[in-house]
């Protein structure tokens, strides 16, 4: 069976902080990892993908540990809109979906506070 | 930019009626999903549809549920004899090369 844990939280961090979260996935398959954000009764957006090497996008780095199934996402200088539920996302194929859908974690909320 | 667009917003039925929900996926993608989102709990995968036929689908896809592209433009879910259980927010998802999600319709079974 396909799972994705995450930390549900909430994680309270003051504004400007860094905040890091993490998962774990089960099915050593994956090949494809991501993490979307989903603010309240909206669709999941996509945040940023996730490879081997590491990955940064302004403030946000993602890392992947395959041998261990890990990945992480590190917020810096975190915003008050930065207040969100972050979903950490797997999936079986190289591309973004081909016929697989995704798998999803139940999400990590954090809340940004002032 | 592009979108995913999802009608209706919100839809409220009675236990055991058919309802449909309709989508839009982003023009020149070629694989379209549903997923859907019981409200605290995590996105589920439905189903998957490429050239006009069912890809993959999940074990939540049962005989009740099904898929259909009926014109080039848009993907429908439907939903045979609608339970309790469906109550949820359904979203449609198309991909080049990550999945672009729809805004969502929420579904409410009374």
């Known amino acids: 069976r396909k799972e994705v844990e995450q930390d549900p939280g909430p994680f309270n961090v003051p504004e400007g902080a860094t905040v890091a979260f993490n998962c774990t996935y089960s099915?050593?398959?994956?090949?494809?990892f991501f993490w979307y954000r989903q603010d309240c009764r909206k669709e999941p957006k996509l945040l940023m993908s996730?490879?081997?090497s590491g990955n940064e996008d302004g403030r946000f780095t993602a890392q992947l540990n395959r041998a261990s199934q890990y990945i992480s996402l590190l917020i810096r200088d975190s915003k008050l809109s930065d207040s969100a539920t972050y979903l950490c996302?797997?999936?079986?194929?190289?591309?973004?979906?081909?016929?697989?859908?995704?798998?999803f974690g139940k999400g990590t909320h954090l809340i940004i506070q002032p | 930019e592009p979108e995913v667009t999802q009608t209706p917003s919100h839809q409220v039925t009675q236990m055991g009626q058919e309802v449909i929900l309709r989508c839009v996926p982003i023009?020149?993608?070629?694989?379209f999903y549903w997923y859907r989102q019981i409200l605290g709990q995590k996105v589920e995968f439905l189903v998957s549809?490429?050239?006009?036929?069912?890809?993959?689908k999940s074990e939540i896809f049962d005989d009740q549920f099904s898929v259909e592209r009926p014109d080039g433009s848009n993907f429908t879910l439907k939903i045979r004899s609608t339970k309790l259980e469906d109550s949820a927010m359904y979203f449609c998802?198309?991909?080049?090369?990550?999945?672009?999600f729809g805004p969502g319709t929420r579904l409410l079974v009374l």
């Open positions: 996302v797997v999936n079986g194929r190289y591309s973004g979906g081909g016929a697989d859908g995704l798998t």
């Open positions: 099915n050593s398959a994956s090949q494809s």
């Open positions: 996730v490879y081997s």
């Open positions: 023009s020149n993608h070629l694989y």
């Open positions: 549809f490429y050239n006009n036929e069912i890809s993959e």
């Open positions: 998802a198309s991909l080049r090369e990550t999945q672009y």
